[in-house]
């Protein structure tokens, strides 16, 4: 067996920070780069070794900032170019590494780029976009966004489509042109150039498009529209072109938001022999729990199902790549309130949850708040959504002659807004986060019992579990580097596993159920005793012993078998 590579990004752990949610340094009522760095001692005092940040670049917001009307300046909101670099001088005195989201398969519509297209047929600027003369009078083919409707847009003037895989401001870069290509590496070199280390790369595998643009029956595509339009013919060819030109040149990290990504082809973007990206976010555990056809209708999961998509990853990935664990992020419910028991036992669930992240192989995510357990909000009235997304659909629904209460009830369990209302830092004035007297998207009212202040003072809070596994995952290679083994795969209220390398066997121990469960350990691995090294309870009901356990509801545990 080929040994893994030891990496810093794969010993470290990430943070991921939504800016405009997560501290407003100068009053107005959005989140900035100021603030940011208000928190940086609070992040480095969690342990965190690398900070994502989502785009911070200018934009007009029609996609919260993954918009982009120009790449090297800041969003005004956010702060100025000086505040990044102080910034970036804070994040790496902590010892810690910033990485940037890279949103490069489309710009916003108001980059200089689009608008220069806009002009004229002869711009040169006019094929770094996707341009196609109707069919029929209507559109090229039958391509939808993401973001609902038609991904084309007529363009009257020219009178021809351009292609846009999410909003309508969001036209899709054509990665044909060479130009267009170069243009990007220089802009990635900027970035690196003044020291970032590393990008979180946004929706990479959509930028190759088949060439004859084919109408699709998505119903029948795995994976929908991520299966339809990911990894298309030139894709590899762009990577590896991006890689030799510019990620292979610093000591970075990369990392790909892996839409259609799947266990099968992960390796062919992030082998080591590749030389593409380093590791992927992929998809499978969150696309868990919501319909296939209608990401807004919830649907039941079950435990084998999730165990599954994680064992199948970490064996596909094997010796030879290395993922990213998240379990929430900008684009999803809450964690907690996913995965988890958000009401009768949302400590112990939450803490459960957290002991899966740090001790699956790959680098450990944490979006920020479900740190300190952060829930879902029920917006009771649309006005409240910010969401391109939700609010697209909540349209589209209501012109198909759906009940306004029904449609609200979805978005409360699937609304990417859950994961956006500002990070909750005290019980005081919108939990902290803000002075102004409105804050751009509500704060959840929970705020007064769930925030960082009170998690700091309690000893039993999510925040000082989080603390105490991240200096476990740093003190315990095997953690890290240790194969994985799923030694109970079939059962639907526990899960349970094995980490081991030469040094130790660790045994993890969950109880996804919300009552005690008695639990028998299969045969090769009865010896005992097992040591514990963390648990989530205080008081666990009885140690092991005989092979069999009594376990509280959503316990959780690591041990040591020898
Ligand atoms: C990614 C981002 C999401 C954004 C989309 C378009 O999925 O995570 O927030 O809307 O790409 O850029
Ligand atoms: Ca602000």
Redesign the pocket.
């Known amino acids: 067996m080929d040994q893994i590579k030891k990496e810093w990004w794969k010993e470290g752990v990430l943070y991921q920070i939504y800016p405009r949610s997560f501290k407003d340094g100068n009053g107005d009522g959005v989140g900035d780069l100021k603030g940011i760095l208000e928190k940086l001692d609070y992040l480095q005092d969690l342990g965190i070794t690398m900070i994502w940040l989502s785009p911070i670049y200018q934009s007009p917001n029609d ?1 919260n900032g ?1 918009d982009i009307s120009d790449y090297e300046a800041i969003m005004e909101e956010f702060g100025t170019m000086k505040d990044f670099d102080l910034l970036l001088i804070g994040t790496h005195v902590r010892e810690m590494k910033l990485i940037m989201d890279l ?1 490069v398969n489309h710009t916003s519509d108001q980059h200089r780029w689009f608008q220069e297209a806009l002009k004229s047929k002869d711009s040169p600027y006019r094929d770094y976009y996707i341009w196609k003369s109707p069919i029929d009078g209507g559109p090229p083919n039958n391509w939808k966004s993401y973001f609902g409707g038609s991904a084309w847009e007529y363009e009257k003037s020219s009178g021809e489509y351009y292609l846009h895989l ?1 909003s309508k401001k ?1 036209p899709d870069l054509n990665w044909e042109n060479e130009k267009l290509r170069q243009d990007i590496y220089k802009m990635m070199r900027f970035w690196l150039d003044k020291g970032v280390d590393g990008f979180r790369m ?2 990479i595998p959509l930028i190759s498009k088949q060439p004859e643009f084919p109408s699709y029956k998505f119903e029948e595509i795995p994976g929908g529209l991520s299966g339809a339009y990911s990894f298309g013919p030139r894709m590899h060819e762009y990577l590896q072109e991006m890689n030799k030109e510019v990620l292979s040149k610093y000591d970075m990290v990369s990392v790909g ?1 892996g839409v259609g990504v799947v266990p099968e082809n992960a390796l062919s973007m992030v082998g080591e022999d590749r030389n593409e990206l380093n590791m992927v976010f992929h998809f499978d555990h969150m696309h868990m729990g919501r319909d296939d056809q209608d990401k807004f209708v919830t649907v039941e999961w079950e435990l084998p199902e999730f165990k599954k998509i994680f064992r199948e990853w970490d064996q596909a990935l094997g010796n030879s790549g290395w993922g990213a664990i998240y379990l929430g992020n ?2 999803s419910p809450r964690m907690i309130s996913k995965y988890g028991h958000s009401e009768g036992f949302k400590l112990a669930s939450a803490k459960l949850l957290a002991t899966l992240l740090f001790t699956m192989r790959g680098t450990p995510c944490i979006y920020n708040g479900d740190e300190i357990g952060m829930t879902n909000l029920k917006f009771s009235d649309i006005n409240s959504y910010k969401d391109i997304e939700s609010l697209n659909y909540y349209q589209e629904k209501i012109e198909e002659g759906e009940e306004p209460q029904e449609i609200l009830e979805r978005l409360y369990h699937q609304s990417r807004d859950n994961a956006r209302t500002p990070m909750q830092w005290s019980p005081f004035k919108h939990g902290g986060f803000s002075d102004a007297a409105e804050t751009w998207i509500k704060v959840n009212p929970n705020f007064s019992r769930i925030n960082v202040e009170q998690s700091q003072k309690d000893q039993r809070s999510i925040l000082q579990y989080y603390k105490k596994l991240i200096e476990l995952r740093k003190t315990l290679p095997t953690l890290v580097y240790g194969g994985y083994e799923d030694i109970y795969p079939q059962d639907k209220e526990i899960h349970a596993f094995i980490r081991h390398d030469d040094d130790y066997k660790l045994l993890v121990v969950l109880n996804f159920a919300d009552r005690i469960l008695r639990f028998h350990l299969p045969g090769p691995i009865k010896e005992y005793p097992w040591k514990p090294i963390m648990r989530n309870y205080f008081e666990p009901l009885i140690q092991p012993s005989l092979g069999e356990w009594v376990l509280k509801p959503y316990e959780a545990g690591i041990y040591v078998l020898d």
Request: glycine share 0%; no cysteine.
């Open positions: 996609d993954y949103v999410f969001q946004d929706v938001e900008h684009d």
